[in-house]
DNA sequence: TTATAATAATAGTCAAAGTTAGTCAAACAA
DNA sequence: TTGTTTGACTAACTTTGACTATTATTATAA
């Protein structure tokens, strides 16, 4: 439970800080300066620590006044299926396998049919529309996985 | 949610007043006074906060007696906008302006929370990820269209 | 009086400078 | 190897001010 390395440390301070609020706002190089450490080592802990898959959204800004936000989501409860679809969506995917995933998960209670109109109209062939069809499947995948990855927030 | 800048500030001083009337009418001399900075940083607000994607609409004019009008646009009840919004999105939009609209149409309720997420995950810089910047937006602008195309009927 | 010219009173544009955060790969450590 | 640390470089956003454009008002000339 001892802290290794200035990772650990940052990590532990921000989840912390998460406790009590349900979102936070930091500034970089404040929080840089006070662990000591160069800027950047903030975006390794939180690419590394503060992922979706382990319930957390960030956001930020750049620039005068910038920010970086960290905000605690719930998960939902069994994120299996998700696995297995972003696992079966790989990095390439046809607009008709693409189709039945959606179905898939408006059975399921994922989508409502709206939210699966919605990512039809991202994802169908009509849209991509891209004369490089291996490129095409490849951008497919893409998207399918962020949103299914998306989908692992109850809420949101 | 702090004010972070005196940009962000002003802003919401905007939409403050916005959020009484339809429609407002400032000096843009007299703000900046009230705000302590230059003229030209109302326009920088207007033009990155009060731009037609962002659901607004502005007239100006110059010499004695001139001001700034800020009107906000209904969406709802005026179906042209979507029209002006996918002419708006061409052929080609970056990351950060496709969020503004995304935002607006959560603002006008035409997307819900969890459909304005799921819209931002297909089309966000980390999810579409091409070396081929300009590939990328082109993808991104036809995504948006497609999703704006839509929600033009309004239920699915 | 009327037309025109000068002046004052606005707002707009643009680019430089300033202030953040992000990326990436090399070096380092376990 | 895998994960961590570091820093040079990049990208994004904000602030500022000099210069420009437009409109209204006043002064002057015909």
Request: proline residues 1%.
């Amino acid at each position: 439970m001892q802290n290794r390395n200035i990772s650990d440390i940052i990590e532990q301070y921000l989840k912390s800080i998460l406790a009590e609020a349900s979102q936070i706002e930091i500034k970089r190089s404040e929080v840089a300066d006070q662990f000591d450490c160069v800027p950047s080592q903030i975006n390794y802990v939180i690419k590394t620590r503060f992922t979706l898959q382990n319930g957390y959204l960030v956001e930020s800004k750049r620039g005068g006044g910038g920010y970086i936000r960290i905000a605690k989501v719930d998960l939902i409860s069994d994120p299996d299926i998700l696995d297995e679809m972003i696992e079966y969506v790989g990095d390439s995917i046809s607009e008709t396998k693409a189709f039945q995933i959606i179905q898939t998960l408006y059975e399921n209670d994922l989508l409502t049919h709206k939210e699966a109109h919605l990512v039809a109209a991202a994802i169908e062939r009509s849209t991509l529309a891209l004369s490089d069809n291996k490129l095409e499947d490849l951008i497919r995948a893409k998207i399918m996985s962020s949103i299914l990855n998306r989908l692992r927030c109850a809420d949101q």
